[in-house]
């Protein structure tokens, strides 16, 4: 480990509790995020989507209702 990489993964597991809390990122129900699978579109347009709501933008898109 290099110095000063754990501020790293500080700040990493922040923002992944911060996104787990706000349902950002939902998982698979059984506690599992698969962090290390590659993500698929689907998954990428979910992410997108949850973030968007829990900014409170959604209702601001012109083509989402």
């Known amino acids: 480990r290099s110095r000063g990489l754990g501020d790293v ?3 990493q597991k922040e923002a992944t509790d911060y996104c787990k809390r706000k349902g950002i990122f939902a998982g698979d129900g059984a506690g ?6 590659p993500i698929t579109r689907e ?14 933008m ?5 083509d989402v209702k």
């Open 9 to 11: 993964y500080k700040r």
């Open 58 to 62: 959604l209702e601001k898109l012109p």
């Open 32 to 37: 599992n995020y698969g962090w290390q699978k």
């Open 43 to 56: 998954a990428t347009a979910q992410i997108i989507y949850n973030l968007l709501e829990a900014a409170g």
